[in-house]
């Protein structure tokens, strides 16, 4: 199911770029990758920069709403380690037992605070609780 941006009811910028759809909130984005992409650090320019844009080095939280079949270079996992070590929370919604599986295996090259759900409301709040552990002072729901 694609994401509908009013479910949450926060201010948010929305980006299409080449990867796919990004929905930028105050702590977290949510990201729609197209159909087919491979992931790689190379081609993750042009939305890294506009992480570091929106969050600079704060904590934030990723949300990959996983409604398309799409996959992640783990060659690179060690460039995006490096890279955002802000990346608190990184939630993803799975729609299949082979997405899981898949994440099951991204997870051993990943070091980010990964988890699955299987619902908005649940990932959201999810990755709200882990930043608000994070970083108590600074983030405001």
Known sequence: MHYNPNIYNKPFETYKIKLGTVYFYEHFLLA???EGVDVTFRNFDELAFL????????PIGFISNRINSYSINVNDA???NDTFSNLKA?????YSNLTERIIEIENHFFKFNRKVFNDFNTAI????????LEDPD???K
Do not use: C, P, Q, R
């Open 32 to 34: 729609e990758f197209n």
């Open 51 to 58: 992480v570091k844009t929106h969050y600079e080095d704060k």
């Open 78 to 80: 060690k460039n995006f």
């Open 90 to 94: 990184f939630a993803t919604i799975s």
């Open 125 to 132: 709040n999810w990755v709200e609780d882990t930043l608000s």
């Open 138 to 140: 600074s983030y405001n």
